[in-house]
């Protein structure tokens, strides 16, 4: 083990097999950067279904951009044992990167918090080649969306349905292509009992779909869901979305080659217009007139190498967009859902593993004004604040993406990145020996 992952080891107070959930049979209250009301209540928590595999590894990344110390309990569920708790406190403007288990695809982790709130990614490996990161979800919730899927010759769609609470949930899945799937029994009335993570290998349902998204409906209970894709070389993971929207930002860096663009249009038909947002200009994606049929999705090809990718309804409907980025020199692919809109203040947890390598902050400029940001890294000694990211620019209808690995040391650091005023969508990437990968930013009022 590296001396990193000694340090990773140590933040480690308490790890124990137990019923786990404990808290999250009351209600979990609301999240600011300010400590908790009272001491001993729970400020808020994170949902994080990563999934896994034979070998794989995964961690949680968590970060506290507040002045006060942040005590945290993660408890993670996978199918068939025992939930697993682990406690550390999170120092004031540090993070800590903990690993959790990930022996199953059904495995996911839950992160409460006493006191400050932290923010948290997750990051998982598979040891055949691969890494794949995103922000764990801020809610559970009674419907969810994914759009970037395919189960394509080499390729597998993953669906990981995690239940947090202590009672049972009862859910259908709805599966999306480019046209009608019939729909099974298996995906109907799906019964996840409380405390425990199920996932859903959606190739079994329709196989050899370029495009293939996955709509949750929740009757009973509430659930967080996330999307892992399986290639042969390769893994990637986005985070379902709570609800459907008129636009929608995809940040992107690292890629040398073609995105594969999924739009999932649930309600009703979508004609769309997509713009590439590059470093020096800002220009029509050249798609032409398209169109997805309601209830249907489809996958468009958009050159974008290093850009971001903005994506708007021609009309009053509303569509789930995803993002797949590939890099030649990796047979790892990247993904990401994406945000519905910019904001002011981000935190984006980081898309590389403890073993370390590249890593590059994505700043999508979707507002109308020329914007000043400030970029800190949260790391495991504290906020760092390097003078060259103290005073950068970016221009409306711009990405800019800038190199944190040297001032990271090559390990993963958290970003805390502040605007003057102006509207960003911000995420990390990364290209290291485990593969290439992308997360996307929290916004900070999700933190």
């Not at 329709?206 to 293939?212: I, Y």
């Not at 985070?239 to 040398?256: C, H, I, M, Y």
């Not at 217009?273 to 470093?279: E, L, P, Y």
């Not at 950068?392 to 090559?410: C, F, H, I, N």
Request: hydrophobic share 45%.
């Amino acid at each position: 083990m590296s001396g990193r992952g000694q340090l990773i080891g140590a933040v480690l107070f308490a790890v124990v097999v137990a019923g786990g959930g404990l808290l999250l049979q009351r209600q979990v209250g609301s999240r600011s950067f300010a400590p908790a009301a009272a001491e001993g209540d729970v400020s808020g928590a994170w949902f994080c279904p990563h999934g896994g595999g034979e070998g794989w590894r995964a961690w949680l990344a968590l970060a506290n951009p507040s002045g006060d110390e942040s005590e945290v309990l993660v408890t993670t569920y996978s199918e068939g044992v025992p939930p697993i708790e682990a406690r550390t406190n999170v120092p004031a403007g540090s993070e800590r990167i903990i690993e959790v288990p990930a022996v199953r695809m059904a495995s996911g982790s839950v992160v409460e918090f006493f006191g400050a709130a932290p923010s948290a990614g997750m990051v998982v490996a598979r040891p055949e080649g691969g890494q794949a990161a995103e922000p764990c979800s801020p809610r559970a919730g009674k419907t969810w969306y994914l759009a970037e899927g395919t189960s394509e010759r080499g390729q597998q769609a993953w669906l990981v349905v995690l239940n947090p609470y202590s009672i049972d949930a009862t859910f259908d899945v709805l599966v999306t292509a480019k046209e009608p799937v019939a729909q099974p029994g298996a995906l109907r009335g799906i019964l996840l009992p409380a405390r425990q993570a199920v996932a859903l290998d959606l190739n079994q349902f329709a196989l050899g779909k370029k495009t293939l998204g996955a709509t949750v409906h929740v009757s009973v209970g509430k659930v967080a869901v996330g999307g892992m894709g399986l290639g042969e070389n390769g893994i990637r993971s986005t985070q379902a979305v709570a609800s459907p929207a008129r636009t929608w930002f995809l940040p992107g860096a690292g890629d040398d080659g073609p995105s594969a663009l999924a739009i999932l249009a649930p309600d009703g038909d979508v004609p769309l217009g997509a713009t590439i947002q590059g470093a020096d200009s800002q220009a029509d994606a050249g798609l032409g007139d398209i169109a997805v049929p309601a209830g249907l999705a489809d996958t468009f090809e958009v050159l974008a190498i290093q850009s971001g990718i903005a994506v708007a309804t021609k009309g009053t409907g509303v569509f789930v967009a995803g993002r797949r980025l590939s890099l030649s020199t990796a047979a790892d692919q990247a993904a990401t859902a994406g945000a519905s809109r910019g904001a002011r203040g981000w935190i984006a947890p980081p898309a590389l593993g403890p073993d370390g390598g590249q890593s590059f902050l994505v700043l999508q400029n979707v507002g109308t004004q020329s914007t000043a940001v400030r970029v800190s890294l949260l790391t495991l000694d504290g906020r760092v604040e390097p003078p060259e990211l103290g005073a950068l620019t970016v221009e409306p209808g711009r990405t800019s993406v800038v190199d944190l690995t040297e001032a990271s040391g090559g390990q993963p650091v958290t970003a805390v990145v502040e605007t003057d005023g102006g509207t960003m969508v911000v995420a990390q990437t990364s290209i290291s020996s485990a593969g290439y990968a992308i997360a996307l930013g929290l916004r900070a009022d999700q933190v």
